[in-house]
């Protein structure tokens, strides 16, 4: 929907999955964990099927299908599930927002599925299959952003140029996390940028749709063009502060779990982390690190802090 | 050509390669083969060098022979093997499409003699010379492509930038397998992309020529031109589909051959992907892992499920 | 500042930090030393902290910090901290220019302030901080200068045109270096690099404020353009000879200084060069290599050449 | 110049060294050797020195001194040595073709240079030097190439745009070569591409200045543009056929020696290259390999066939 709330929503949703991320790929490398490529085999049985169900899954097939719903049936008494009007003599096409925003919704909530099916219901997680799962909407979403411009107006384009920016720098970063897939600069640019389009989005359903000076932005105004690349440049500022400021949290967290001294597996983190940055370094030797991930076992993030 | 016929039988064509990778490459990956580099050396004689002729060097071929034929012969009574118009004044050149089409068509036939003469005739086969042979047809269909829309209509420019897009993709991804010729994820990106090509052509010769509706599309119609972007999104995810169908489908036809019993190298599949999973995670020792291929010994498509 | 003045210095800003980046490269790769990804852990407490306060980060955050000051109060009297005018009826952003100025040189100054405390504060220095703090920037100003151009004459544009060609090559590397940060050819790249946005913005200064000949540049003489690009070209051959000299210089003074003989450390700086050269070509056994850097202890730029 | 002989004689120098490349990488590959990264420590003196100057160096320091020359002195007459023009009163620029052309040349020549110095005069030939010097020409040809269309017709853009594809691959193969030195794929890649500079600018020359129907191009007709296109796709496929025919001559030139018996180190080159395959299949065990190399010795190009 090209209205304020069809922003505001997916900018929600992008920044709610932004936050997430950064909690957990922050919380990985603190513990200096990796991602397992594919898990060891597991019970089958549907009680043990329905234990495994990701949240991250779950939300994504949420927001999908709600966003899905939305562009079709909302507001209530709409109805656009049509693809043609055949009324006129023509038969020409309908709603085609609409029908481009929910080929983006329907593969995200596609990607959502694929989470559920291969961490819940396949006798192995296969951590590419969500990869590649999770790009595919990204690459669509590029697709129909840079082919979305016809016949809009200068700020609206630009705006949308912003967007598609950020969006076509996620594809880039989850293609190459399809052969890297444990490598912590990408996690935090890809956590980064989705978080930069969750804020993006909001701030364009606000210039759009509700301008907080109560005026339209004009499209024949050099400086509004100008100033919607700076607002750009901000967001890209803030939120690697923002994503700072959860990294810190979460250590700080991780420090006072330990301190307290209720899970040992935490006291460990530290000098997890102390290791990983002298084994980039080259001055660790390598058999001390093994000796200290054989000691490692498998920790939840759900085990953490309780008492 | 620029007729419905020119559209569908190159359509058909991409999309009937689509179809032989993913069986073939399914069939690598489920039992954990790769493809050799360098064969060993062969025996010569023109006998053992005919058996060697390759089932998919003769189809590209032939495909490409017709084709190109066809742009200069068909319908039957039309002769356009000809440069210029030597009776106009200034020797203007003529049928600048359908040169442009047998210079993509022959440029594959090209590449069949090349897999033909590689697989069958040569010493050795060195795969390296297929994987260029190949690579080059993609770029020249990229570069005629992009070069293709000089006075043309918008919808038809949108329907070929998607093929362009497709067509560019392929070119990344056998560039890149040059160097990395045993990369599942890059066989399987890339047939997808082939067999987009292939239904896109298909749907591309009835928006551009005979509409479902019996009207054709209008140009100036925005909402034409965001739908063509649409329905190119629907034709990744349904052939990813269709990619995962013929993947599973052949998942379970070597299970049942291996069932059966009567083909013992298929009972061996299982175990390999379990394994080359495992491997993945770096779970597995590489010692039983070489211990497991010193007993494989080399089968072939042919002999499968036969009784 | 869209003047003379505001393209005069952020030029010599970047040009300083170039020649100093061809001093320090050279020095490295001279003395066969690499950059430490992650330092030894450093005593705490203030005094020590404030000795290991970075000069190059003091640098980049006056710089950034005085140009943001010069975009809004320079020249006295003027007052441009103001986003809106509040005093016409539709509330118009005003100063765009000053304000896509004032984030570039913010996001510099942010870099300073990185460096300050990586080097000086933390426990330890993360080298990769200051890869990233610095890349942001260079990206933050690539975007801006791609949409700096509303509104421009082909000149002004065109002169932009190739600085942002300059800044986008740099972003590309600074990306690179985020995994190969110890380079050599990517090191000089990104000086010399750097140094032609400086000697470039130089020039632009010249040819859109001060042209020499004392007549402005003509937009529709299409010589002007051409000569444009060609100027640029001379840039980069005048700033790689510049590099050599810097490199030449350097080699010249670690020599002289090794045989006056005041610095053992010195002496050993020619034997690791061509140490280095043979191992590139795989000459050099290893273990010698490891005997050669393990008698290297730590020197520092300041301790050399003092009697 | 933009004139019939500005467009052969580069061409001819591009050829000239397409096929000057394609014998030298052909003798690499066939007797599996490698360009040392850095020679070993040569004589100095000038008799020495004077014996070292290589042929390929002198080529290009002639070709592009004398190309410098005639863009301002031919024909003879002409003096277009002034960048000004003094007598007009706003002092305009002159000559701006002849001086971007000037710009690429003198930098081809500077190439020359750096490989005469680096290979003749320097205690040790560093490889990377020549690599870098002859990457930026390219890199100078690509960005002027790029801003050469200003106010041309369209058949001249499209041509020159062909031309600016294959210089930009170019200048990527070499840039890729600065990390990869020894890799046959890009050797001959960029080999190919600099052969269908050359003949493709030699093609230029007559569609441009000399249509082989005695009349001009019309840049309105369509067909044109198409044809322009078509031509560079054969010109792809001839080069590579060039390519390979130079290559099988190669072949059969060093087997015809070798079976003379005259020359011992080329019956290795069979038995080397066969052993690079199996190596390449990973059949063949290293320790043979280094046995195969540890014999031989250095073997020149003049020495070769000689009775």
């Known amino acids: 929907m090209g209205t304020f ?3 505001i929503s997916p900018g929600f949703a992008f920044l709610s999955f932004g936050i997430l991320y950064s909690f957990k790929f922050s919380l990985l490398l603190l513990r ?6 594919v898990s060891a085999p597991r019970p089958a049985g549907f009680r043990s099927c329905l234990k495994r169900i990701p949240i991250e899954g779950v939300l994504k097939l949420l927001y999908g299908t ?3 719903m939305a562009e079709f049936f909302y ?43 291969n961490q819940a219901c396949l006798s192995r997680r296969v951590f590419l299959y969500e990869s590649i799962a999770i ?7 590029a697709l ?3 082919n979305h411009m016809h016949g809009k107006e200068q700020v609206e384009n630009s705006v949308h140029t912003m967007l598609l920016l950020a969006c076509f720098l996620v594809c880039l970063v989850l293609t190459v996390e399809l052969w890297r897939p444990n490598d912590p600069i990408l996690w935090f640019t890809k956590t ?3 978080m930069i389009q969750g804020t993006w989005l909001l701030h364009a359903a606000f210039i759009l749709y509700k301008p907080l ?30 994503l700072l400021a959860i990294f810190g949290l979460t250590a700080f967290w991780l420090n006072r779990c330990s301190r307290r001294g209720r899970n040992p597996a935490f006291q460990r983190s530290k000098e997890t982390l102390d290791f990983h940055l002298e084994m980039a370094d080259g001055a660790a030797p390598r058999a001390e690190y093994e000796k200290l991930h054989a000691v490692e076992e498998e920790t939840h993030l759900l085990q953490e802090c309780d008492p």
């Open 75 to 117: 507001p209530p008494g709409v109805y656009k599930l049509i693809l043609y009007n055949k009324e006129k003599p023509d038969y020409p096409f309908v709603h085609p927002n609409e029908w481009q925003h929910v080929t983006m919704y329907a593969h995200f909530a596609l990607s959502g599925w694929v989470d559920i099916i």
């Open 192 to 194: 980064c940028l989705v």
């Open 144 to 146: 129909l952003l840079s």
């Open 5 to 7: 709330i069809g922003h």
């Open 213 to 242: 000076t109560g005026k339209p932005w004009k499209d024949n105004d050099m400086a509004n063009l100008m100033f919607v690349i700076n607002f750009f440049c901000w967001h890209i500022a803030l939120n690697i502060l923002l």
């Open 135 to 141: 790009a595919i909407p990204f690459y669509i979403e």
């Open 32 to 37: 200096g964990e990796k991602i397992p490529l």
């Open 66 to 68: 709600l966003a899905v």
